[in-house]
């Protein structure tokens, strides 16, 4: 798979998989490529080369009589429906209540009546620690709990992959504990394939089951994160982990 920005080869020659129910974290330097690679994933960017595919079924391109095709808005809405996401900058819609945020995408994509989208809303609130802020506007939360939110709002469509882009990033040090926390549960306790961007190298050690070092857009180093943390091989790896941890 390839991805250009312009003449910026960003990812190139990339080829990895990740099983049903694995946690894997890409690790490495700023533009390296890792965020691009989830985004990729969301489709809120295409591949310029290559294929992506989910449970077998191509994502927005496939090859067809040796010619690569788009697939159509409807196919990549379907697949679509089975990822969520969660970004460095929360991202929620701010006009909306925080009920409103978590039951917006059920209700209308996924046609959940809306008492049971809200009944569920509830629970991934109270499962978030934020059951009295439903009725809240994200502008009266704090950074932490907004990203609380965002994740149970990423949860009410029950996504079959979760991607986490550096979701603590953005946060006040002392806050990143409660929403890793809720992350850990999130993997402990659901069998969600999750790919994961952070910068919290302990979080990564706990949660995934393995770990790419990205450098240049190329995966340099692929272990276990016991490894990757412990005894990486490749020098680059070696001299970016001694400079973040
Ligand atoms: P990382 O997440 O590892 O920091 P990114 O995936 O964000 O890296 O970025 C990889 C490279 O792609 C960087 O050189 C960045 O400038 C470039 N890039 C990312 N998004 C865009 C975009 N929308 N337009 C142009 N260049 C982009």
Redesign the pocket.
């Given at each position: 798979m390839q991805k250009r920005?312009?003449d910026?080869i960003?990812l190139n020659d990339l080829n990895f998989e990740v099983a049903k129910g694995e946690r894997v974290t890409l690790i490495?330097?700023?533009?390296?490529?890792?965020?691009?690679?989830l985004?990729l994933v969301m489709t809120l960017?295409e591949a310029t080369d290559g294929y992506i595919y989910i449970d077998g079924e191509p994502l927005t391109h496939e090859l067809r009589g040796g010619k690569r095709v788009e697939l159509k808005e409807k196919h990549k809405n379907d697949v679509r429906k089975r990822i969520g996401m969660v970004f460095q900058q929360f991202n929620l819609f701010p006009n909306m209540t925080v009920m409103e945020n978590i039951i917006e995408a059920p209700v209308h994509v996924l046609k959940t009546p809306k008492d049971a989208a809200k009944r569920r809303a509830l629970e991934l609130l109270d499962q978030v620690g934020l059951a009295d802020k439903a009725d809240a506007h994200p502008m009266q939360l704090s950074g932490g709990q907004q990203q609380r939110v965002a994740i149970a709002r990423a949860l009410a469509m029950d996504p079959e992959i979760l991607l986490l882009d550096e979701v603590t990033s953005a946060l006040d040090p002392e806050i990143v504990g409660e929403v890793l926390s809720i992350l850990r549960d999130v993997a402990k306790t659901t069998d969600i394939t999750m790919l994961i961007?952070t910068h919290e190298m302990q979080f990564a050690r706990d949660v995934s089951n393995r770990v790419l070092m990205?450098d240049g857009?190329k995966i340099v180093e692929e272990a276990s994160p016991e490894v990757m943390f412990t005894q990486p091989k490749q020098q680059r790896t070696q001299e970016f982990l001694s400079a973040v941890l």
């Open positions: 920005f312009g910026n960003v490495g330097p700023s533009g390296s490529g890792k965020t691009t690679i985004r960017e961007v990205f857009g």
